[in-house]
């Protein structure tokens, strides 16, 4: 039982780049969440779902994209990447209970 | 949104000490955890927490639904408590998880 898995662990991103963050579930929950976290700082809220098909905007959407497709994968899109976009990204699962993945920490250089 | 405040902001306890963090939220929530984010990142769940008291060895916990606040206790401080601390909340009536802005918690020994 994996719970909440994230990849990458680590990633070094190009000006301009474009990559995908995974998150995916085994605990079967319709609400899934990102995160991000600068350094020194709280979680902020990108993105989140409650279920296929449905995504919501949250506090600091701009320059991310999403999809839900499945109940068990929730992957998060960036673009055009900028150094603003440095950070540590968190997904977290929970329709009560929220639970946390590992964290991907994000470099843009 | 909703607003959570936690305090103190910072908290610098010698091992064996108590202490209290706070949290303050402006609106009925349906769910409160409590998460310590220890020196390597990782978000680990305390507490779910939307009202009553619960137990877990030193760390225990109250909210306060009707008040809109909920306590952290720590007793007998060890320095693997140090980390930040973190309240986050979710409204009745929305689907988003908010955090406030963490205590950070330093325990000497």
């Known amino acids: 039982n994996a719970g909440v898995t994230q990849t990458p662990k680590f990633r070094i991103l190009k000006i301009g780049q474009s990559m995908t963050l995974q998150c995916t579930q085994d605990?079967?929950?319709?609400?899934m969440y990102w995160y991000r976290q600068d350094p020194g700082m709280g979680l902020k809220l990108i993105y989140y779902?409650?279920?296929?098909?449905?995504?919501d905007k949250g506090e600091v959407p701009n320059g991310y994209n999403v999809s839900r497709s499945t109940t068990e994968d929730f992957p998060l899109r960036l673009e055009l990447a900028a150094p603003s976009q440095t950070s540590v990204y968190f997904c977290a699962v929970g329709d009560s209970e929220a639970f946390f993945g590992q964290g991907t920490r994000l470099t843009v250089v | 949104g909703i607003q959570v405040e936690q305090s103190p902001p910072d908290l610098i306890l010698q091992e064996g000490a108590n202490s209290t963090l706070r949290c303050n939220f402006s609106?009925?929530?349906?769910?409160l955890q409590w998460f310590h984010q220890n020196p390597w990142g990782q978000l680990i769940n305390l507490f779910y927490i939307p009202s009553g008291t619960k137990q877990n060895g030193r760390l225990s916990a109250t909210t306060v639904a009707t008040e809109r606040y909920s306590l952290l206790y720590i007793s007998s401080s060890q320095t693997t408590d140090s980390g930040v601390y973190f309240c986050?909340?979710?409204?009745?009536?929305?689907?988003?998880?908010?955090f406030g802005a963490g205590t950070t918690v330093t325990v000497r020994a």
């Open positions: 986050a909340v979710r409204l009745y009536y929305d689907y988003k998880l908010s």
């Open positions: 605990m079967n929950h319709n609400y």
């Open positions: 609106d009925s929530v349906n769910n």
């Open positions: 779902s409650v279920g296929a098909g449905i995504t």
